[in-house]
């Protein structure tokens, strides 16, 4: 059976306690489909809409995000996925807006970034690598990335996240190239 996704902002966590949900975006809402890879490539709306979001002048600037799978692990203090955590807000839209200026996938948590300029894959089929390295179930279900880099899904779960129009220093530089088999 396929797995679905749900790109979710998480609120700051520094006590370790039950997380919270600050908003979640429905990949459906951008016409793009509901399973990893129906909707990972560069340049698609959803895509456009969550670099906005996480830009220098987007609201969630560096924020810990996550694609939450229905087939993920359930989170130990309620017993449910996020996925299905979120399930009771509202989902939220935000426009797409191409920031291409914002060239550098920055994880501030773990102090590595992505070029995004190095992305130099057949232009119509770049996988955008947020939403892999962000994923929490990748692999349990159809639809899911296999390929390229598989381990590196997921790495970046939880952590704080932003796009930057300049590489930050003293951050390491990774370099995903996730091309599906």
Same mark, same amino acid.
């Given at each position: 059976?396929?797995?679905?996704?749900?790109?979710?902002?998480?609120?700051?966590?520094?006590?370790?306690?039950?997380?919270?949900?600050?908003?979640?975006?429905c +990949?459906? !809402?951008?016409?793009?489909?509901?399973?990893?890879?129906?909707?990972?490539?560069?340049k698609n709306?959803?895509?456009?809409?969550?670099?906005?979001?996480?830009? +220098?002048?987007?609201?969630?600037?560096?924020?810990?995000?996550?694609?939450?799978?229905?087939?993920?692990?359930?989170?130990?203090?309620?017993g449910?996925n996020?996925?299905?955590?979120?399930?009771?807000?509202? !989902?939220?839209y935000?426009?797409?807006?191409?920031?291409?200026?914002?060239?550098y996938l920055?994880?501030?948590?773990?102090?590595e970034?992505?070029?995004?300029?190095?992305?130099?894959?057949?232009e119509?089929?770049?996988?955008?690598?947020? +939403?892999?390295?962000v994923?929490? @179930?990748?692999?349990?279900?159809? @639809?899911?990335y296999? @390929?390229?880099?598989?381990?590196?899904?997921?790495?970046?779960?939880?952590?704080?996240?932003?796009? /930057?129009?300049?590489? +930050? /220093?003293?951050?390491?530089?990774?370099?995903?190239n996730?091309?599906?088999?």
């Open positions: 059976m396929g797995q679905y996704y749900k790109v979710i902002i998480l609120a700051d966590n520094t006590s370790n306690k039950k997380e919270i949900i600050r908003f979640w975006i +990949p459906g !809402s951008y016409r793009n489909g509901m399973k990893l890879m129906e909707h990972s490539y560069y709306n959803l895509l456009k809409a969550v670099q906005n979001f996480l830009s +220098p002048n987007g609201h969630f600037y560096m924020s810990r995000i996550i694609w939450a799978g229905d087939y993920a692990d359930v989170e130990k203090e309620t449910q996020l996925y299905h955590m979120a399930e009771s807000q509202e !989902s939220v935000f426009p797409p807006v191409d920031n291409s200026k914002y060239n920055v994880n501030h948590t773990k102090k970034y992505v070029d995004m300029k190095k992305l130099n894959y057949d119509d089929y770049i996988i955008h690598p947020l +939403p892999l390295l994923a929490e @179930g990748n692999g349990r279900g159809g @639809g899911d296999s @390929g390229h880099n598989m381990e590196m899904c997921g790495r970046w779960t939880r952590d704080i996240i932003s796009f /930057e129009e300049k590489c +930050p /220093e003293e951050y390491n530089e990774i370099v995903p996730f091309i599906e088999e």
